[in-house]
């Protein structure tokens, strides 16, 4: 197993985790920001001395990728990847999206065999960052920007409950009616949450290139970018 810094700033929240052995050792979040520049930096100083006054060696640094907060996710992945740089770690981008349905699916709120899991992030006015998943976590429909109305998930809903959640989803409850949509208040990315995302990663090898991570927004401007020009 592995002990893992886990780091999530793509909302207003501002978190930081420590898992070892796929057991949350550590954990600081703040609720009233947005604030990252002045919160981050502190819960991950402390969240190392933890670590370090315990003689637990740090194995990764995992964080969250996006969509979201455009500034909040700079400040997160500019963070983790100094840490990987100065402690030599390996880098693991864990899906904002996808973090989302973590605490849904451990709440065992979803209890429908063939519900499907719709995480959202606010963009604006009626726009959101969704994606659609099975219970579990294979995607059915990749990342899209909606622009929300009665319609907009009505083939799903035609065939299966699906349940909403995020911050986007708050403002999408009088919009989408349809006996098979349900939604669940007060989800929000939290480290705390990252580590089985995390671990899942590491089992597969799939790391991040330390050098030219970004974050969600900026992957296909950077993908057609020579590499000198980064």
């Known amino acids: 197993m592995s002990c893992i810094l886990n780091i999530e700033t793509s909302t207003k929240v501002c978190s930081v985790a420590v898992s070892n052995d796929a057991e949350c050792i550590f954990n600081k979040e703040d609720h009233s920001g947005p604030n990252h520049n002045e919160k981050?930096?502190?819960?991950?100083d402390e969240a190392l001395s933890f670590v370090d006054n315990h003689a637990i060696p740090v194995d990764y640094v995992?964080?969250?990728?996006?969509?979201?907060?455009?500034?909040?996710?700079?400040?997160g992945i500019s963070m983790a990847k100094g840490i990987c740089y100065g402690r030599n770690l390996k880098l693991i981008g864990v899906p904002t999206l996808e973090l989302l349905c973590v605490p849904v699916l451990l709440r065992e709120i979803?209890?429908?065999?063939?519900a499907l899991l719709c995480p959202m992030l606010d963009a604006r006015r009626m726009e959101v960052y969704a994606q659609l998943f099975d219970r579990s976590l294979k995607e059915v429909r990749p990342i899209h920007a909606d622009v929300v109305d009665g319609d907009t998930y009505k083939e799903y809903?035609?065939?299966?409950?699906?349940?909403?959640?995020g911050n986007g989803a708050e403002k999408c409850m009088e919009t989408i009616n349809h006996p098979n949509a349900h939604f669940i208040k007060n989800i929000e990315p939290l480290a705390k949450n990252m580590f089985p995302l995390a671990e899942k990663r590491i089992a597969t090898e799939q790391f991040e290139d330390?050098?030219?991570?970004?974050?969600?927004y900026l992957k296909d401007f950077v993908a057609k970018l020579p590499r000198k020009m980064l």
């Open 210 to 216: 330390v050098a030219y991570f970004v974050p969600f």
């Open 157 to 165: 809903l035609d065939e299966r409950p699906i349940y909403f959640f």
């Open 62 to 75: 995992a964080v969250s990728c996006g969509p979201g907060s455009y500034t909040g996710l700079r400040i």
């Open 110 to 114: 979803a209890a429908e065999e063939d």
């Open 40 to 44: 981050l930096g502190v819960y991950v």
